[in-house]
C-alpha cells in the first residue's frame, strides 16, 4: 500500500511561484494532503529544493505561474472531477519543456493516468512505498533534459528504470532478510486464480472480432490453459524459495497477453499489473518498456477513452507462439 503522508492541509504550505535561485534542481508537489516538513528531508536527499506544496484544485493556476521547474511529484490517489484536466496539463507541460514528472496513482486511478501518460520523462508509480517513491526521486534526479535536446530514449529509459529498479530493490531485500524467519514448511500446490481486473462497476469492451491472425498450426498446437499452467508452475518457486530470486515480470506479462489473446480476450493495465507479479510500480515501468519496444500495443477502450488495454504486436504473439512450440518437449508440464 501507498505510505500515507497525511497529516496537514496544503493551504497552508503555499510557497511563492517564483523561486530564488538554487543550484539544486527545483521541486514541486502537487497533493491534496501533505506533510512537508516530512517531505522536505526526502527531496533534499535525493539533491531537490523544494519549491513549494500545493493541492489539485490549485495546481493548474500554480502551473502556468511556475517559472521554472525541473521536477513535478503528483499524487493522484483518489479520482476527481478536475484530474483528468490536470493530467493532460502536466503532460502537456512535461513534453513542452523537458520536465521530469512522477505521478503517484493509486489503483482507483492508474488507468486514467496511464492513459494520460505522453512524455517519455514521467515515471508512473501505483501505491508506491517510501522506497520506491525516493527511487523515482532519484532517478528524477538523475534525468533532468532541457527543452528541445535530443536524448537516447532507448538507452536514457533503460538506465533510469534500472537506476530506479535497484534502490528499491536493495532496501526491499534488506527489509525481507530481517522479517523472514524461515521459508514456509507447507508450500501450496493450489494454483493461483485467474489473471483478471480487480472488483470494480467499470464494463470494459468485450473482444468481439478476432485480435489478429498467427499461424494456423501454431495457433491450433497452443492453448491459454497450456500457457497459463506455465506461468501457475513458475508462481509455485516461490513456495520453496525467495520469491524475488526469479522476479521476471516481462516475461509474465507476455505469457498472460498471450493466453488472453488466445482466449479471445482484453487485458488492462491493472490487470497487467497484477499479472507482473511484482510491485504495481516496477509493473508499469516494464509496460512501458515493452511498448516502447513494440511487443505490446497500447489499444484504447472505445467505451471509455480514460481506459487503455495492453495486446501483444502481432510479431510478438507469432514469436512467442513460435517458442512455445519448438520449446514443448523440453517442458515436464
Known amino acids: 500500500m501507498m505510505e500515507d503522508f497525511s497529516y496537514s492541509s496544503p493551504a497552508s504550505l503555499g510557497a511563492d511561484p517564483i523561486a530564488p535561485h538554487d543550484e539544486r534542481a527545483g521541486l514541486l508537489v502537487i497533493a491534496d494532503w501533505i506533510d512537508r516538513q516530512e517531505l522536505e528531508p526526502v527531496a533534499h536527499a535525493a539533491g531537490f529544493r523544494l519549491l513549494g506544496t500545493i493541492g489539485t484544485d490549485d495546481a493548474p493556476a500554480r502551473l502556468d505561474q511556475q517559472s521554472q521547474c525541473d521536477t513535478l511529484l503528483l499524487f493522484c490517489p483518489s479520482a476527481t472531477p478536475l484530474l483528468e484536466r490536470l493530467l493532460v496539463q502536466v503532460e502537456t507541460q512535461a513534453i513542452q519543456t523537458g520536465m521530469a514528472v512522477i505521478l503517484v496513482a493509486g489503483w482507483d486511478t492508474v488507468e486514467l493516468a496511464f492513459a494520460c501518460l505522453r512524455s517519455p520523462h514521467t515515471q508512473l508509480l ?8 525516493a ?7 538523475e534525468h533532468r533534459p532541457l527543452s528541445g535536446q535530443v536524448h537516447d530514449r532507448d538507452r536514457d529509459s533503460m538506465r533510469l528504470q534500472q537506476l530506479s529498479e535497484e534502490v528499491g530493490r536493495l532496501a526491499r531485500t534488506i527489509d525481507a532478510l530481517t522479517q523472514r524467519t524461515r521459508l514456509s514448511a507447507a508450500p501450496g500446490f493450489e494454483p493461483a486464480p485467474r489473471m483478471s481486473d480487480r472488483p470494480s462497476d467499470y464494463f470494459g469492451m468485450p473482444a468481439l472480432s478476432p485480435l489478429g491472425a498467427a499461424p494456423a498450426s501454431a495457433m491450433s498446437d ?3 490453459n497450456q500457457v497459463r499452467d506455465l506461468l501457475r508452475a513458475r508462481r509455485i518457486r516461490a513456495d ?3 520469491g524475488d530470486l526469479f522476479a521476471d515480470p516481462a516475461w509474465d506479462m ?3 497477453l498471450l493466453a488472453a489473446r488466445l482466449e479471445q480476450e482484453r487485458v488492462s493495465v491493472s490487470s497487467l499489473c497484477i499479472a507482473a507479479a511484482v ?3 516496477t509493473a508499469l515501468r516494464w509496460i512501458r518498456t515493452l511498448c ?14 480514460r481506459r487503455i ?4 504486436a502481432q510479431d510478438a504473439t507469432d514469436a512467442l507462439l513460435r517458442w512455445f512450440v519448438a520449446s514443448r518437449r523440453f517442458l515436464t508440464i
Open 254 to 256: 507476455l505469457l498472460d
Open 292 to 305: 516502447d519496444k513494440g511487443l505490446v500495443e497500447r489499444e484504447a477502450d472505445p467505451q471509455d477513452g
Open 309 to 312: 488495454f495492453i495486446s501483444l
Open 222 to 224: 497452443v492453448t491459454a
Open 135 to 141: 527511487a523515482a526521486l532519484v532517478a528524477a534526479g
Open 279 to 281: 510491485p504495481p510500480t
Open 240 to 242: 520453496f524459495l525467495p
Open 126 to 133: 501505483c501505491d508506491p512505498d517510501r522506497t520506491e517513491l
